[in-house]
């Protein structure tokens, strides 16, 4: 039951991709609009795009996060002011993520602006360099807290023995990393990173409000072009075409990520 | 395991969250002037226009009011049907078992802008479209599959025994779940209601979709708002700072219960 309530909407989507629709008819095109998609340049660009930010985005958010989770203390009134903060920017919706960070990077009068002007960079946003430090920043800000979150969890479990067996063994710091906490860490991050690339990799709304995916196309990514599609022209097919191909990349790169996780651990 | 020392890199981390929060604190309290033309640090000229019309326009009001009955619904639903989901999971051998329930994971790895049309078009059809209930079962195609990850953790983690001691005092199945096992994992269920609640709260591409006028909620009046008027970011700051407040609220009532529920392990 829960897998047909599932499944309906996807396959309309899978019947949209492969049919022209108009209103209520639709015929059948088979793999027409896959093959318009992925001739597209802009279509190739923006998936390169959309590649390159979440590779930058997941390399910045897993270590740094992995790292804060190691460092937090373990309880306490300090631990639970900090997972409030942490939780803040996670409550922040998306669209107002994109404008504060426009804000912060207003020409003359954006606070971000103003602290590089310090080094005497300028900041312009008509820079595709600079858009896309300002579009990292921001997502860095906005979620390392859920790696930190899932990290923490992960150590969470770990029982106390396990660290008074290792000190008893006089394990070193990087030791009591390697082989106690990493095993026990490693599928927390898997499902954080499989999380992170699902929403980097379709992320379009803040980069639409910091940039308007400019300049020039340099910060539009698969999931902008896809939302035009399907909001000015309503190609519905060229749309659910996108969307199912993004669907098939983050299923092979959770897919991937798991038996890399879980052989790994069956041979260690 | 041996205490940390206050380090810097999470002195480092904590300004680097709060800068971006100072400043739409103070975003909140500038006139739209202000913050396009000077360069202030403190609001030169402080003024409550934002929030003043947050609260006397009724769509903006009704919108915090729209999103918090959906959110509230879809907790509801999301746990109601996860918990014996998880239990089946937890306790039942069938076949598909495994996977089966990482396929459940896959759900939540749908960007909800792929969900939009079929889910519009699905509404529509059975008439509820711009209802609260339309948006809130929307979510429940992502936030059941979570719920259910964390709740079967936390039920994987009692011993079968309790199952059938329970069953040796008389509850049956029901009353079981009910009395027994929801006081046991409490802190867990806690931990799958926020994050429920996060990911409703904040969702705006179904909610804005889904809805016209009678449901419309506070994200999809601002999705509107920022793609009208090119960044009324004083009116922006103000409503998001309003919408943490309930975020922060169910936070602190379910603190003591989500660093428990962290605990037990899964998320």
């Known amino acids: ?268 | 395991m041996k205490a940390q020392p206050w380090p810097v890199v999470v002195s480092l981390y904590v300004v680097f969250l709060l800068i971006p929060l100072f400043w739409l604190i103070t975003l909140s309290f500038k006139t739209e002037v202000e913050i396009t033309q000077h360069f202030t640090i403190w609001p030169h000229d402080p003024t409550l226009d934002n929030f003043l019309l947050i609260f006397t326009v009724s769509s903006w009001w009704m919108g915090y009011v729209h999103a918090g009955i959906y959110v509230v619904m879809n907790v509801l639903i999301s746990l109601t049907v996860a918990l014996p989901a998880a239990y089946a999971f937890s306790r039942s051998k069938f076949r598909m078992k495994k996977p089966l329930f990482i396929s459940l994971l896959f759900f939540r790895l749908l960007a909800p802008i792929i969900m939009v049309v079929p889910f519009t078009e699905i509404f529509y059809d059975i008439g509820l479209f711009d209802t609260h209930i339309a948006v809130a079962l929307a979510h429940c195609y992502f936030n059941v599959p979570i719920a259910i990850w964390i709740l079967e953790g936390a039920i994987s983690a009692i011993p079968p025994e309790m199952d059938q001691s329970a069953a040796v005092d008389g509850h049956s199945l029901l009353s079981f779940l009910c009395r027994v096992l929801v006081p046991t994992i409490a802190p867990t269920i806690a931990v799958a209601a926020f994050f429920c609640f996060m990911f409703s709260w904040v969702e705006y591409v179904l909610s804005g979709a889904l809805t016209a006028v009678n449901a419309k909620p506070i994200s999809g009046i601002m999705m509107r708002v920022a793609s009208v008027s090119e960044g009324d970011y004083g009116v922006l700051a103000a409503v998001s700072l309003v919408g943490f407040v309930p975020g922060i609220v169910f936070f602190l009532l379910v603190r003591r219960h989500l660093l428990q529920g962290f605990a037990i392990g899964r998320v």
């Open chain 1, 1 to 268: 039951m829960l897998v047909v309530i599932g499944v309906w909407p996807l396959a309309l989507v899978v019947f949209y991709s492969v049919h022209e629709n108009f209103g209520a008819e639709s015929v059948f095109v088979g793999t027409q609009w896959y093959s318009q998609a992925y001739f597209s340049s802009d279509f190739q660009n923006n998936l390169l795009r959309s590649f390159g930010f979440s590779i930058l985005a997941l390399t910045l958010e897993l270590p740094l996060g992995l790292f804060i989770a190691l460092r937090l203390p373990r309880k306490g009134k300090l631990l639970s002011a900090l997972v409030v903060l942490m939780v803040l920017p996670l409550l922040t919706p998306n669209i107002v993520v994109g404008y504060l960070f426009k804000a912060l990077s207003l020409p003359n009068t954006g606070l971000l602006t103003r602290a590089i002007l310090i080094f005497g960079l300028d900041l312009n946003l008509n820079n595709p360099i600079a858009a896309w430090c300002v579009i990292i920043l921001m997502d860095v800000w906005h979620w390392t807290s859920l790696v930190v979150l899932f990290a923490y969890a992960g150590l969470k479990a770990i029982p106390e023995e396990y660290y008074r067996a290792a000190s008893v063994d006089a394990a070193s710091g990087w030791a009591v990393f390697r082989y106690v906490q990493w095993p026990k860490l490693k599928l927390m991050l898997s499902v954080a990173a499989i999380l992170r690339f699902m929403d980097t990799f379709m992320i379009y709304a803040e980069p639409l409000a910091v940039t308007h995916g400019g300049p020039k196309t340099a910060t539009s990514f698969v999931a902008s072009a896809f939302f035009q599609s399907k909001k000015t022209q309503f190609e519905l097919g060229f749309g659910a075409a996108i969307s199912v191909t993004c669907f098939a990349i983050v299923v092979v790169f959770a897919f991937v990520l798991f038996k890399l996780v879980t052989r790994q651990s069956q041979t260690t």
